[in-house]
């Protein structure tokens, strides 16, 4: 698998931190349990396109958003992260 | 037919003319007590103890593909029970002591071998860790010995011992622990459930499970509805796929782990040795190719296959510690999907739905895990409530905080 950085180009994975699916939002302190549950540990886990954050540790050292199918790797985007969050400003 | 060393005789002088099938390929039929979702090892397991232990006998495993083309043929075939809390140790020693009975249980030669498991130490706070959990072992009656680099060095010699990064300082032995060959696990549970009267449904994949007023009423197949009073999900990798026909979200993810063989090669390795300062495991099988595996790729994945960077830095942690590997060619790799779940121990038990359990979440430990696993889910399908081995298993533990996590890596799955 290589995936085409956003600043650094095509790299291959051995140069990325996987860190799990992408998109979770942290619950208020307040929230329930069940909340915090849903956050912490519940995942959908899908045969398909999926969204997760890779460290780009041997590059930029930016986080990236992978979407990418699970079941063949084809990756379909890579978008920094801190741009998706500036768009959902 | 019941297999025996005259059986062997008469087929021998017949001609092996007389060998039946050693389970029928059976289509489902419309109504079951139970359905079992997943012909691998434990679900299989579980069929077998439903119908030996508990009397149920009305049940079918529905399997997707082959039986056994999952994880329970993906491993690396060690058996152990060298866990340190309190959760674990006692169900997995009920594991080893199920496999050591297994062979003369369902009448089929599993080729359970205790070669002994030895985890290397290098370090000395890694020694105060095993010593802690050779103790634990040891309280819960387990077998335990802590052996220093002399007494490791006379087992195995073969080691590189002067390693500058990486000493070996010593080691735990497991002596009971071991190998057995994984194909037979699913042949010989398949073999004992079918003679006592269970249906196993290959190439029946299940599509949707029907769930009316809280309680499931059947599931959907390939081959059809098929209604059931109790349905057990035992599908590996594909737990979250098959929960979510009923609506649950698990605490699980699935990564592909990879396993390789080398060469086969004249008897080297009498026993199984893991390397401690990376995550690397390594025995001989009795073809006498060394069969080892190591880390997660890390991603989320639903492919059976891994990627290169990681066959390279398993090899190099191979490399590490027995340097004579880099003679060898490796012959064959191969990926299993592992359902890994938040705090990397599995989950047995009941569910939020009426009649559905769940048999999960097991992360690389599945194998050594099979007959346990199959014991303690059929109890649970049974009674309607988990026996006392696998409560602490529970589901709903994550919501309670009464997590079990042996590596104490938290709620990161491809970690554990």
């Known amino acids: 698998m290589r995936i085409v950085c956003p600043h650094c180009g095509e790299r291959p994975v051995d140069e990325f931190v996987p860190y799990g699916a992408a998109g979770l939002k942290r619950p208020d302190a307040s929230a329930s349990t069940s909340d915090w549950l849903d956050y912490v540990y519940l995942r959908d886990n899908k045969a398909g396109m999926h969204g997760e954050l890779f460290y780009h540790v041997g590059g930029c050292r930016a986080w990236l958003i992978v979407t990418r199918d699970t079941r063949t790797h084809a990756i379909a985007e890579v978008v920094a992260a801190r741009d998706q969050r500036d768009a959902a400003r | ?67 056994g083309s999952g994880n329970v043929g993906r491993n690396t075939t060690i058996i152990r029970s060298n866990y340190l809390l309190p959760g ?6 009920w594991s080893l002591k199920l496999w050591e009975g297994l062979e003369q249980d369902i009448n089929y030669n599993a080729m359970v071998s205790q070669r002994g498991v030895l985890n ?37 010699p073969y080691l590189d011992y002067d390693n500058a990064r990486f000493p070996v300082h010593g080691g735990l032995l497991q002596r009971r622990g071991g190998t057995v060959r994984h194909d037979a696990v699913a042949w010989g549970y398949a073999r004992a459930a079918d003679q006592r009267g ?13 769930v009316e007023n809280g309680r499931v009423i059947g599931v959907d197949t390939t081959k059809g509805f098929v209604r059931a009073k109790k349905i ?166 994550f919501d309670t905080g009464h997590l079990i996590d042996e590596k104490g890596a938290g709620a990161t799955p491809n970690l554990h």
């Open chain 2, 1 to 67: 037919m019941r297999y025996s060393v005259f059986s062997l005789l008469a087929q021998a002088l017949n001609g092996q003319k007389g060998w039946k099938p050693a389970w029928r390929d059976a289509s489902p039929k419309d109504e079951y007590d139970v359905v079992i979702v997943g012909g691998g090892g434990h679900g299989l397991a579980t069929a077998h103890y439903l119908a030996k232990e508990h009397g149920i006998t009305n049940v079918a495993v529905l399997e997707k593909s082959t039986i």
């Open chain 2, 198 to 210: 269970v249906d196993i449904c290959q190439n029946c994949e299940v599509t949707n499970i029907r």
């Open chain 2, 120 to 156: 290397l130490y290098h370090s000395d706070a890694q020694r105060d860790a095993f010593a802690r959990r050779g103790n634990a072992m040891r309280l819960n009656g387990v077998d335990a010995e802590l052996l220093d680099r002399a007494a490791v060095r006379k087992l195995v």
């Open chain 2, 88 to 93: 674990n140790t006692p169900f997995y020693e």
């Open chain 2, 232 to 397: 057990g999900l035992a599908a590996a990798g594909n737990s979250s796929r098959v929960a979510a026909m009923a609506g649950l979200r698990l605490p699980i993810e699935s990564h592909v782990l990879q396993a390789f063989v080398s060469e086969g090669v004249k008897p080297l390795i009498d026993t199984v040795v893991t390397f401690g300062a990376g995550h690397f495991y390594i025995n001989q099988s009795d073809k006498g190719g060394l069969v080892f595996g190591g880390d997660l790729d890390g991603y989320n994945s639903y492919a059976q296959r891994g990627a290169l960077p990681h066959v390279e830095h398993l090899l190099e942690e191979g490399m590490a510690l027995m340097p004579m590997l880099g003679r060898l060619r490796v012959l064959r790799s191969w990926g299993g999907i592992m359902d890994m779940s938040m705090d990397g121990s599995p989950i047995i038990g009941t569910t939020p739905i009426d009649g559905l359990y769940l048999n999960a979440g097991w992360c690389y430990g599945g194998f050594k895990a099979t007959p346990a696993s199959g014991w303690c889910f059929a109890h649970t399908i049974a009674r309607g409530e988990p026996h006392v081995l696998n409560a602490p298993y529970r589901l709903n533990r």
